[in-house]
């Protein structure tokens, strides 16, 4: 393959790898950072998760979950 292809090859991915995150980055919905999670009132770890939520450290669920009891995978 000659330079010349190449160049072409790799200025044609570049230009639809831009194409494509233009036209897909403002479908990305970002979720709002939560500190407070609905199902950790009276759990022992609840000041702990807090914590580190509010440190972005660690996240919830978008339904206002933690989780808290379930595994960590």
Do not use: C, R
Not at 34 to 48: C, N, V
Request: aromatic content about 8%; overall charge negative.
């Amino acid at each position: 393959m000659s330079s010349a292809s190449t160049w072409n090859s790799t200025s044609t991915a570049m230009l639809l790898l831009g194409i494509v995150t233009g036209v897909t980055a403002p479908m990305v919905i970002a979720v709002p950072n939560q500190t407070s999670f609905i199902d950790i009132q009276g759990h022992w770890a609840k000041p702990f998760i807090e914590g580190l939520a509010a440190e972005n450290l660690v996240n919830g669920y978008a339904n206002g979950t933690f989780k808290p009891d379930q595994a960590v995978t």
